[in-house]
């Protein structure tokens, strides 16, 4: 289930956003957008995790907790669409479609 993270603190890495999900279950990605001239955070990212009761779990348990003084928006995404850019193994971008290592280098 891709899961939408919003007010994320400017400093935050993709790592520290999947290690902060990672006690509700198994993350299969998870990425800081960032401002394609600065590099800088524009304070939302995206964590994919395995199981859809494993993410409404961490989205009901994380949606307006504090993480360093800003208070997090944690939802379903709204598309489902969105990859990581970088992840380990293939796995289902929706039910009929299957990414490919290859595929992603292109």
């Known amino acids: ?3 939408h993270v919003a007010n994320l603190p400017p400093q935050i890495t993709d790592g ?3 290690a ?3 006690p509700f279950g ?3 990605g998870a990425e800081v957008i960032r401002d394609i001239h ?3 955070s524009v304070g939302y990212g995206f964590v994919i995790m395995q199981s859809e009761e494993e993410a409404n779990k961490a989205i009901s348990e994380l949606n307006g907790k504090p993480w360093m003084e800003k208070a997090l928006v944690v939802s ?3 598309h489902q ?3 990581p850019k970088r992840r380990g ?3 289902q971008r929706n039910s009929n479609e299957e990414e490919s290592p290859d595929a992603a280098s292109t």
């Open 1 to 3: 289930m891709n899961i």
């Open 16 to 18: 520290e956003l999947q």
């Open 20 to 22: 902060y999900f990672a």
């Open 26 to 28: 198994i993350v299969e």
């Open 38 to 40: 600065t590099g800088k």
């Open 76 to 78: 379903k995404a709204k």
């Open 81 to 83: 669409k969105w990859v």
């Open 89 to 91: 193994h293939a796995f």
